[in-house]
């Protein structure tokens, strides 16, 4: 969703977001501090720790940026990157409930904004598994994601 956002940007769009970016309140997130300038200069080659700040924050910025439907996806991503990397979980049953609904739920809103992203994104498809991977090893914060 990252690069389908960003790629239709212009460049006023891209400053203004950076701007947003930049200012974002990150107590509570449990990530470093936001270095928004090196996320825009380096957009098409972030790694997991970049993705997950954008992930976390971008639905906040982009409401005038992006298209609804693509607006949709980036809310439903924020919900399952929030419940994914949360360090303790108290209910498994609930938890991996809860992230077998958001997992369907973005994997609806790909398929309605490209249903060709479902089948060319790995990734999407190893979201699937994410909740059979969180009752074996326990929290995905810490384990290797790729």
Known sequence: IWYESWSTWS????????????????HGLNIPPIRANYITQYAN????RQLKTIGQVSVFH??????PKVLHVWRAV????????????????????????ATANVL???????????IWKSKLHLLLHASGDIRRFGPLVGLSTE
């Open 11 to 26: 460049s006023a769009e891209k400053k203004q977001y950076a701007q947003r970016l930049q200012a974002t309140d990150t």
């Open 108 to 118: 609806d809103l790909f398929s309605i904004l490209d249903p060709t992203k479902i």
């Open 78 to 101: 924020g919900l399952l990157m929030a419940l994914l990397w949360i360090p303790e979980i108290d209910n498994m049953d609930q938890y991996t409930a809860d992230v077998d609904i």
């Open 62 to 67: 982009v409401h005038d940026l992006v298209q």
């Open 45 to 48: 080659s972030l790694v997991g």
